[in-house]
């Protein structure tokens, strides 16, 4: 069977893109709200449930997203009903996957960045007639600019490896769900180990080029 090389690359790529944008932009808004609302009720429990992607197995997600979008589910029948199909094994539940395991890393970067500012600057654009939106992106988003690039920069290296759940709740379907970590264990499982070595240098030079980044912005805003 004809292997194509670049698909699994270009597959991660696009997956890791879209769900690490999505991240990206849950990370912060809760983390905002987190910071903003430090006497809510019911915060431990919130955060908890935000971080559990971090501690859980994979596999454990994997389990639980097929259980939640499952056709018996409700929120799968729903799916089924407006779509005709079901959401898993398919592109989409490879996103859904990646942006569950990746969400945590953003979400600690954003609130550590937030966190940081100086409230009393804040409050002075407040006095000076800013409205919440403008705070929050005048301000609030430039001087945790840092915090908010370092946590992206992980968010997408976490969505582009992310391996167990994608093959529990996506499967493997090259060409359609088999991206790169996937490719690598079963070209590694079938004996291919020299393309399995392909795609493992693919991974630690687009992983070495994301650090390079963070570094080069940390040195020129530090």
Same mark, same amino acid.
């Given at each position: 069977?004809?292997i194509?090389?670049?698909?699994?690359?270009?597959?991660?790529? @696009?997956?890791?893109?879209?769900?690490?944008?999505?991240?990206?932009?849950?990370?912060i &808004?809760?983390?905002?709200?987190?910071?903003?609302?430090?006497? $809510?009720?019911?915060? $431990?429990?919130?955060?908890?449930?935000?971080l559990? %992607?971090?501690?859980?197995?994979?596999?454990?997600?994997?389990?639980?997203?097929?259980?939640?979008?499952?056709?018996?589910? %409700?929120?799968?029948?729903?799916? #089924?009903?407006?779509?005709?199909?079901?959401?898993?094994?398919?592109?989409?539940? /490879?996103?859904?996957?990646?942006?569950?395991?990746?969400?945590?890393? &953003? #979400?600690?970067?954003?609130?550590?960045?937030?966190a940081?500012?100086?409230q009393e600057? @804040?409050?002075?654009?407040?006095v000076?007639g800013?409205s @919440?939106?403008?705070?929050?992106?005048?301000?609030?988003i %430039?001087?945790?600019?840092?915090?908010?690039?370092a946590?992206?920069?992980?968010?997408? /290296?976490?969505?582009?490896?992310e391996?167990? /759940?994608?093959l529990?709740?996506?499967?493997?379907?090259?060409?359609?769900?088999?991206? &790169?970590?996937i490719?690598i264990? &079963?070209?590694? @499982?079938s004996?291919?180990?020299?393309?399995?070595?392909a795609?493992?240098?693919?991974?630690?030079?687009?992983?070495?080029?994301?650090?390079?980044?963070?570094?080069?912005?940390?040195?020129?805003?530090?």
């Open positions: 069977m004809q194509d090389f670049w698909a699994p690359i270009k597959l991660s790529i @696009e997956i890791a893109a879209i769900s690490g944008l999505l991240a990206v932009f849950l990370g &808004m809760s983390a905002r709200i987190m910071v903003k609302r430090q006497s $809510m009720k019911g915060r $431990m429990l919130i955060e908890t449930f935000f559990l %992607p971090i501690v859980l197995p994979p596999t454990v997600i994997g389990f639980l997203l097929v259980v939640i979008f499952g056709q018996r589910s %409700p929120v799968g029948e729903l799916i #089924y009903t407006l779509f005709n199909q079901s959401i898993i094994f398919t592109w989409s539940a /490879a996103a859904i996957a990646s942006t569950v395991v990746a969400f945590p890393l &953003m #979400y600690q970067s954003a609130k550590a960045g937030f940081a500012v100086d600057i @804040e409050d002075a654009a407040r000076d800013g @919440e939106w403008k705070v929050f992106w005048r301000i609030s %430039p001087l945790s600019a840092r915090a908010l690039l946590g992206a920069i992980l968010t997408f /290296a976490r969505a582009l490896g391996f167990g /759940a994608t529990m709740f996506a499967g493997n379907i090259p060409g359609k769900t088999q991206t &790169m970590p490719a264990y &079963m070209a590694f @499982e004996g291919q180990s020299t393309l399995a070595w795609w493992v240098g693919m991974m630690i030079l687009m992983s070495i080029g994301m650090l390079v980044v963070v570094q080069i912005f940390q040195r020129t805003h530090s």
